[in-house]
């Protein structure tokens, strides 16, 4: 089992940045692929960026790219997401995610463990 608790949302204006963390809890951490979702009002949850359980292969979705950088340490349990030029349709509650295998993928239901979301509003 693993458990998985994020932090770091808050409001910031367009323009700004903010560093989103997650915690995950257990052995099995490095074992795994992980990624963030992101979730707006009125939308679907979309995959925003994705790491291997080594961190050698990263993907970020094209509105994301050049702007978020995913990362990750083993030996702490955590993954960041560090979001850079903030636009107002950022705005959304990001999700960290962890799926039972090394390797990530794109889709949602692929990912077997989930935290309860941190909110992240863009103020134009």
């Known amino acids: 089992q693993v458990q998985l608790v994020e932090s770091g949302g808050g409001l910031v204006q367009a323009g700004g940045s903010l560093r989103l963390s997650c915690a995950a809890s257990?052995?099995?951490?490095?074992?795994?692929?992980m990624g963030w979702f992101r979730q707006a009002p009125g939308k679907e949850r979309e995959l925003v960026a994705s790491?291997?359980?080594?961190?050698?292969?990263?993907y970020y979705v094209d509105s994301v790219k050049g702007r978020f950088t995913i990362s990750r340490d083993n030996a702490k349990n955590t993954v960041d997401l560090q979001m850079n030029s903030l636009k107002p349709e950022d705005t959304a509650v990001y999700y960290c995610?962890?799926?039972?295998?090394?390797?990530?993928?794109?889709?949602?239901?692929?990912?077997?463990?989930w935290g309860q979301g941190t909110q992240v509003t863009v103020s134009s």
């Open positions: 790491i291997n359980w080594i961190g050698g292969r990263t």
């Open positions: 995610a962890a799926r039972n295998s090394r390797y990530a993928t794109l889709e949602s239901n692929d990912y077997d463990y």
């Open positions: 257990g052995r099995t951490f490095s074992n795994k692929a």
